[in-house]
């Protein structure tokens, strides 16, 4: 139990384009999903806090209005990649928690590379 | 402030050889969880253990152990008999209740198991 599902696992866009990234979970209601960026040989960095039926919580120094989170039910939250630049190339993985005791389940991560 | 530190950067082993890997946590919470994280080349992450802050006991999973000694704050991860599929980088990790139960992650070991 406690699969998530993250889509696309690789996905190259072009400068200025914007990219959506799913997260899914499979067999449970996820109240709470997480999004990580991961640089190259570097560790996970949290990126937002996405709670089903409100807004986003950023990280600092993360901006809100490049990278929209939505969470729009309890199964799903998304993270879309605005305007995107060369600079934000990097892996992306999301988690999902369904209470703290049961830990938290990781997608499989997305590469996503902007040329 | 929450802090996981993995010491060790990068450790190469010879294949059957054991190998430890360290983790010191820093929290001021006397509520936490302790994880342990495998993530393959592949990039997924994979959980391996979850360790509340009033379990000290060791633990055992096959080729893998556990040490948690809250009075140094480590948490640190054996593999005995270590083998070439066991190459991935390791991550440390902790949940402070406090801290809104997000995730921080130390930087991570690579491990390298050679044949």
């Known amino acids: 139990g406690a699969v998530v599902s993250q889509h696309p696992s690789r996905v190259i866009c072009k400068s200025g384009t914007s990219v959506k990234i799913e997260c899914r979970s499979l067999d449970f209601q996820a109240t709470t999903m997480f999004w990580y960026r991961q640089f190259p040989k570097q560790s996970l960095m949290l990126m937002a806090t996405?709670?089903?039926?409100?807004?986003?919580?950023?990280e600092q120094g993360v901006e809100k209005d490049k990278f929209l989170i939505n969470h729009a039910s309890l199964t799903l939250s998304t993270l879309t990649v605005t305007s995107a630049h060369p600079e934000d190339s990097s892996f992306y993985i999301c988690?999902?928690?369904?209470?703290?005791?049961?830990?938290?389940?990781f997608g499989s991560g997305t590469r996503l590379t902007v040329v | 402030a929450q802090k996981v530190t993995q010491a060790q950067t990068e450790i190469s082993v010879v294949e059957k050889e054991d190998v430890t890997l360290d983790c010191v946590y820093e929290t001021r919470d006397t509520t936490y969880y302790l994880f342990w994280y495998k993530q393959p080349p592949s990039g997924e992450l994979v959980f391996l253990i979850r360790r509340n802050s009033f379990d000290e006991q060791n633990e055992i999973s096959g080729r893998y152990s556990w040490n948690f000694q809250k009075s140094t704050s480590s948490f640190n991860f054996t593999i005995t008999a270590s083998q070439v599929v066991d190459s991935a980088v390791y991550f440390c990790a902790l949940i402070v209740m406090e801290y809104g139960n997000k995730l921080v992650f130390g930087a991570g070991t690579i491990l390298r198991v050679k044949s």
């Open positions: 988690s999902a928690s369904r209470d703290r005791n049961y830990g938290y389940t």
């Open positions: 996405s709670n089903e039926g409100s807004k986003a919580t950023y």
